[in-house]
């Protein structure tokens, strides 16, 4: 066919000011409501997450400050119980697993060459849901109904008998919400990385990040059913008498156990797997070397998302299964090692053959080994029967879960954000403070948690408010509390620093730390449709690969939001789609899934009469607007479109 | 070391503007999206089945003395019904792949009916299920699963009355009927889980 059948731009200078106006983001309040754009929707994510982040460390500091002296007053055991909950809560459903999924949306996009995530209009929806699911919570703990059960919710303490008033409900519907959003960010990335991929870029050319943000997805996809499936059981139990863990009428409180740790474990690898991403993918800029075994690292990824659906029941060691299941998954348990072994020593092959350049991301990434080494050798000593019995319930295990995962996930994410800070924002974050940053975190996590380890092992139990003084944990919870103090001078470092790069940082230009993948092809902001023209990828290394003569795509409209879908597996050309526009009703979606979601608590018809309006938003986001109709088929080669009779 | 940004346009570029603006089935990104929820309930209905094992696992008697195993009859009509519903399903599809509009809303019409004497007869199958949820665990799992498969079933059932509608409408055009393929392949999921609920739900308490 001759190109024009379409309606196609004349020169690339009328292309970019029409994708520039295809593309945007509305003006105004009611533009940002309407967004549908994957660098706005996924900055909200990042940003969302990072004050959730404060929100749960301020509870951290609050849990510190009580533990720092013996029979200390500040919070009281109910009070205390809300903290800790709302603390781990926080930490892996509202901070933890959104701000990966938003360096995704954000990332996976630009890496894969594509104009916008898949489907849009999901993002948005997903984006409000997790906001209004973690306004809830802490809505609901500002007027005393903070979820108090653990983040766990362990049945029966967190069945209406024992845990009689909202408390519980809230957490449970909570889940509902976050999950919900993270299963439809795992969608989108999925099809993102299946469909969206620049021509070239076939399954063995896909950079580890992006490979990482996939394999996180399957996880997802996999994991959250279970959380979902456990907390409607928990909820109906409590609100419309099911019995589902309640022992005398045929239940299993064990059964909760299962499901929640089904979920649960795999979910310390959703947070880590993306996490290894962003070390792939800052070592080889940092390095200027090509990353050290591709293959078996993209194997490993794999490996580690499935051996991490078999080891659940690690955390069950105490609650009398049988023995034969002990010892299957403490195998299970120590195979996980294999993998991520293998990943430690790739990405330390990378740093030997090349020329480490020590800037902050890469400091962090440098943190990051040294933390989550000690966390996985403490991880190791977990996963046998004889020495969980022992420390189970201890402090051992906290420290051994922070080290784990603020040395696998906040390390890497910080290195993450001094890393794309520059691209996402257009100004380099101050390498001074970043120093000052790490520094300060490094030795204040340290100091705070490497002390836990030897109350553990002095008997110290995980989750009571205050203790006694001639216990003899006195002096290491000081210390535990002091190091608190110096990790929030660290926060603080790295507060300042964003508040004054953004405005007066150095200009990053396209590619300030010269770095392989194709989100450095643009401009630092990138214009809301991503490239112009859209790039094609000849290696692994995109940019450090790259032809003299790379061809680049032409032909896709630019006056409607006009997307390339290529093969699964070699990413050759396929079709032209075109995506939505943006839309106020994601956001009324998600406002009528959050009245359906809160009303259902306080009555069960709430789950009927609720879904009325979710319906009515769900067909006001399908139906298709008139101008987009119009606009749509008018620029469009007749040919495609077979003739049907026109009421 | 060389950034494409830098290189320019030298080489001819890739033209796309010959290509379609939608293909079907595995080709379209629906077709995956559709995949991913496919794949996100299956597990779903996956661990509620290995829950209702579990609870079986721990219980003296399968059902609970003194109650009896659900009635047969509504259940297994419906069984039948929802694989019969399949026929018009492959039709809607088939027409679909040839933008055969009149056919294509013939036999949605003809899924639809199916789809709601399904319900219709799910209704039926509730008074029968021979327990209450807060009778015991035993009952709590049944209506678990059973408000599980409605609930795909009516939102599938809404789903496609929208789409019929959209049919019936002026804003009908060629890529709503990649659309319309892909809800018949959501349907087809609906259909097959409901085969080890049925399974489950109406044999096992006899059979096991």
New interface residues.
Partial sequence: ?A????R?PASRDQERAELEQTWRVGPGFWGWLCAAEHHEIGKRFIVTAFGFFLAGGVLAALMRLQLARPNNTLLGPDLYNQVFTMHGTTMMFLFAVPVMEGLGVYLVPMMVGARNI??PRLNAYSYWLYLFGGLLLYVAFFVNVGPDAGWFAYTPLSESLFSPSKRVDIWAQMITFTELSA?AV??EI??TV???RA?GMSLSRIPLFVWAMAVMSFMV??A???I??GST?LI??RL?????F?PS????PL?WQ??FW?FGHPEVYIIFVPATGVISAIIPTFTGRRIFGYVPLVLSLVATGFIAFGLWVHHMFVTGIPQLAGSFFTAASLMIVIPNGVQVFCWIASLWRGRVRLASPMLFILGFFAVFVIGGLTGVMLASVPLDAQVHDSFFVVAHFHYVLIGGAVFPLFAAIYYWFPKAVGRMLSERLGAWHFWLFFVGFNLTFFPMHVLGFRGMPRRVYTYAPDLGWSTLNLLATAGAVIMTAGVTVFLVNVAASRRRGALAG??PW?AAT?E???ASPPPPYNFL?M??VAGRD???D???????????RSDVR?V??T??VDAE??????FPNNSIWPFLAALASTVMFIASIYNPWGAVWGSVPI?VAL?GW???KEEE?RQ??EG??PK???S???? | VGTIASTGVASPPIDVSGLPPYAFGHRSVIWWGTLGMIVIESTVFGLALASYYYLRSRAPSWPPAPLAPPGLLWGTLNTAILLLSCVPNVLYQRAARRFDLGRSRLWLAVALAFAVAFVAVRCLEFTTLNCRWSTSAYGSIVFMLMGLHSTHLVTDLLDSLVLAALFWSPKVEARRFVDLSENGDYWYFVVLAWLPIYATVYWAPRLL
């Fill in positions: 066919m190109a024009g059948a379409i196609l898949a489907f299963l795992a969608i999925l099809v299946f469909k969206l021509p996809i996999f959250m059913p279970a979902m499936l059981a109906l139990d419309v008498a099911t019995r589902f309640v009428q045929g239940g299993d059964l299962h499901l089904f396209d590619n010269n194709l450095w092809a643009t023209p790039l094609t995109a940019l450090w790259a032809r003299p003569a790379q061809p680049v795509v032409t032909g896709l006009d390339l879908v093969r699964v050309p396929d079709h032209r789609v075109t319906l067909v399908f139906w298709p109709f749509r088929l469009e080669d495609w479109e077979p049907l009779p026109r009421a």
